[in-house]
């Protein structure tokens, strides 16, 4: 049951009446339709010179350096400390071209907090098969490391693959979360794997569980491929991101199913050219930009495109949120073919989010949001407000663009809410959002705001029929 139907006409728009004074506007939008309905993220610049069929083992053990951990003492047993051995074989295949280090399958390694550092010698490849446990007692943590477990940094065309597993063993770090009790003291833990300030990195096939704190972080990275990674961590462990990107360019995430405690995926700062693509999220609170904008910080996200994604039972759907007092903006944006499953807050832009021990005050400043595409988005929801573009009074959110979003209640009658947001839609749009254009005087053309118009059906794109 659709509440209205908006269409978006390329040529058509251009001749009604109504839109005459708006050309330069229309002109405008339709420049900003064809570049968010258009812009691609290239996929393939990551690692290519590795032949796949290397990669069967035991075939390539022979051609290949191949630097076991067990060789360098680890016991895998789960209960002694084999850090050292990590270290020495980390040591070994780095210092050797074509190196795989393998972590066998079958056993458990424990870990220490540790960082792995780069530059290598070219071409090597971490095959982990089997299990890398972290001690799970956060009083013996090194102090020094407080929030890492493994980190790898300066990587240039390295690939980490195999079916292992990656376990923070962070149950006793999520109960000292403030998050879990008011009167624990608000502290950072380690993210399970971190690749840091590194290109050309391959990850493949792992799973990454039961982080101390964020799952995996890509940071101050550019040209990395995750693929089939798998993320689980419980949906009440605190502050558990999956996939966190900070700093990063040409990152593409694909066939991922992530299921934790915070963001499935959170982008922020200085991040763009983010692809997305095939992503399950559940339990978690979703597909987020930010946060962004926190102690009057300035937050910059261009480029991000979701295509095809399932979400289940999450607290947030597709979601931007800045903190007020911040600058800088996230632009060009399209998230597309998404399925929600009882999601509360399915599309959400929150310039007001905060998540500080203290209130957050309004501000006159805030991260800028435009251009930003919602298209094919259907399932349904467990909030009435489906659509939010909550955004700041004297930051407004700009060209918003909705096509074919149909987003039902389970019980009862969804809505639209917008504060100081302008954009347009097109194709079938449920709950109507008819707040993003009819906003009021906040320097747009008002002429832009006299609602849908029908147009005959040659007219139309990118329409689907009710
Ligand atoms: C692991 O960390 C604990 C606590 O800091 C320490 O007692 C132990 O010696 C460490 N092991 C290694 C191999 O560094
Ligand atoms: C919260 O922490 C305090 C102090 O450590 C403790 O006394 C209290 O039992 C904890 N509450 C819960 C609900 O775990
Ligand atoms: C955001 O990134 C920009 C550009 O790299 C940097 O100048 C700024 O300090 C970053 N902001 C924060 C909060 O880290
Ligand atoms: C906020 O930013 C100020 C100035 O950049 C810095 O001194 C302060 O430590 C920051 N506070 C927090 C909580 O990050
Ligand atoms: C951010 O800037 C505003 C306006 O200048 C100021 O009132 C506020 O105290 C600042 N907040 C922080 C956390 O520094
Ligand atoms: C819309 O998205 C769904 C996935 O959520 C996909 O199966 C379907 O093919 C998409 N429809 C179009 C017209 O692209
Ligand atoms: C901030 O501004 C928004 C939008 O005008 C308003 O809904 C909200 O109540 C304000 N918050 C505070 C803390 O003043």
Not at 119 to 142: F, H, M, R, Y
Not at 362 to 368: G, L, R, Y
Not at 394 to 404: A, D, E, G, K, R
Request: hydrophobic letters at 35%; one cysteine or more.
């Amino acid at each position: 049951m659709m509440d209205k139907l908006f269409l978006l006409p390329l040529i058509g728009l251009l001749l009604v009446t109504a839109y005459g004074a708006a050309t330069k506007m229309v002109y405008t939008d339709l420049d900003i339709l064809e570049k968010l309905e258009n812009f691609d993220i290239p996929e393939d610049d990551v690692a290519d010179d590795y032949d796949p069929k290397v990669f069967d083992l035991p075939s390539f053990s022979s051609s290949k350096n191949m630097v076991n951990v067990d060789t360098f003492g680890a016991a895998g047993d789960g209960v002694s400390d084999d850090t050292q051995a990590f270290v020495s074989a980390w040591n070994k295949a780095c210092g050797t071209p074509k190196s795989v280090l393998l972590v066998p399958q079958g056993k458990s390694y424990l870990v220490n907090a540790t960082k792995f550092n780069g530059p290598c010698e070219q071409k090597l490849v971490i095959q982990i098969d089997g299990t890398i446990v972290a001690p799970d007692e956060p009083s013996n943590w090194d102090p020094k490391l407080q929030r890492t477990w493994l980190e790898f940094s300066k990587l240039e065309g390295v690939v980490f693959q195999g079916n292992g597993v990656i376990d923070g063993s962070g149950s006793k770090w999520w109960a000292a979360s403030c998050k879990k009790n008011k009167s624990n003291p608000c502290k950072s833990a380690p993210t399970a794997l971190t690749i840091e300030s590194s290109s050309g990195v391959k990850v493949s096939g792992l799973t990454i569980q039961n982080s101390q704190q964020m799952n995996f972080i890509i940071a101050r990275s550019n040209s990395v491929r995750v693929s089939k990674v798998m993320v689980s961590s419980p949906g009440d462990s605190p502050n558990t991101d999956g996939i966190h990107i900070t700093g990063s360019t040409n990152v593409v995430l694909q066939d991922c199913k992530i299921g934790t405690g915070d963001d499935c995926v959170s982008i922020v700062n200085a991040s763009s050219n983010i692809k997305m693509k095939r992503i399950y999220c559940g339990p978690g609170h979703g597909i987020s930009i930010g946060s962004l904008g926190n102690n009057n910080s300035t937050g910059i996200v261009t480029k991000v495109v979701l295509d095809t994604a399932f979400l289940k039972e999450t607290t947030n759907g597709l979601r931007i949120k800045t903190y007020q007092g911040g600058s800088g903006y996230v632009q060009d944006v399209r998230f597309t073919n998404v399925e929600m499953q009882d999601v509360s807050n399915p599309i959400l832009i929150d310039q007001f989010y905060c998540d500080n021990p203290t209130s957050c005050q309004n501000q006159t400043s805030a991260v800028k949001i435009s251009q930003i595409m919602y298209r094919n988005i259907t399932g349904t929801t467990k909030s009435e407000k489906a659509i939010k573009f909550a955004c700041s009074d004297t930051v407004p959110c700009s060209h918003i663009v909705l096509n074919n979003v149909n987003l039902e209640g389970k019980d009862g009658q969804v809505e639209a809410y917008c504060n100081s947001a302008e954009g347009f839609g097109y194709g079938v749009i449920h709950p109507s959002a008819d707040c993003l254009y009819s906003h009021d005087d906040k320097g747009f053309d008002q002429s832009h705001t006299s609602g849908p118009v029908l147009v005959t059906q040659e007219a139309e794109i990118g329409h689907d029929e009710l």
